[in-house]
């Protein structure tokens, strides 16, 4: 995996974040046609010198502009609707991780488990090893399993957070005095990065999110070294 990749433009690892793209390439090319449709009928506008100086009203032209853009966005809504929906979906999680933001660094707790808790703070420039990324890397991973489902309890203790991890297809407000939640399923081994994605003070962009994927069977036996 490139240093790009992971700075960045990670791969889908997720059910969720397949179909998100999906949708998004299925929204770009109803927005291209749109364009070349567009930009189409303002070239033949421009180079054509047709005129009728009395012409009122186009009942057709106005029937069909005004129902063309409703099927169009039928198209767009549906899938949004039906990927919406998959989003909120709770899938009787196997697991439950529960994700405090704070001032400016979060704390994972393993519901699960008992005594499994840590902070994950961003690891300082002088302190990064080569292959480290800057800003981006954590000094505790927060470890999960792969191809099993599992629910992520998010909430903060000071002001507005957000925990994203686009590669998981997952951003979910942390808001101090409630709980939000989401679920997803990671469906291959890997590291995947996020960040806070609200704005939420001096420091804001040095608290990173490390997702550390493993097998199911590694990780009981991390779960075991922990206990």
């Known amino acids: 995996m490139t240093t790009w990749s992971n700075m960045n433009l990670q791969d889908s690892a997720s ?60 198209f767009i809504a549906v899938p949004s609707l039906r990927l919406l929906y998959l989003m909120d979906e709770i899938n009787n999680p196997i697991m439950t ?3 405090i933001g ?17 902070d994950s703070y961003m690891i300082p420039m002088n302190e990064m090893n080569q292959n480290s990324f800057r800003l981006l890397d954590v000094d505790n991973r927060t470890t999960l ?4 489902f599992i629910r992520i309890i998010i909430t903060a203790t000071d002001v507005l ?24 399923l990671i469906n291959r081994p890997g590291i995947f ?22 097998p199911t069977n590694n990780f009981i036996n991390w779960i075991n070294k922990m206990n």
């Open 161 to 184: 957070h957000s925990w994203t991890v686009p590669s998981l297809g997952v951003k979910a407000d942390a808001t101090p005095g409630r709980l939000n939640q989401s679920s997803f």
């Open 193 to 214: 990065y996020g960040q806070c994605s609200e704005i939420c003070g001096a420091n804001h962009s040095f608290m990173p999110i490390v997702i550390e994927s493993i």
């Open 102 to 118: 704070h001032q400016w660094y979060w704390t994972y707790e393993y519901s699960d488990f008992t005594k499994i808790e840590f």
């Open 15 to 74: 059910p969720i974040m397949e179909q998100l793209i999906y949708f998004h390439d299925h929204t770009l090319m109803i927005i291209i046609m749109i364009l070349m449709v567009v930009t189409y009928m303002m070239i033949t506008l421009v180079n054509n010198k047709l005129i009728n100086r009395y012409l009122l009203e186009g009942q057709m032209i106005e029937v069909a502009w005004t129902i063309a853009p409703a099927i169009i966005l039928i």
């Open 97 to 99: 991780l529960k994700t």
């Open 145 to 148: 399993p792969m191809n099993v």
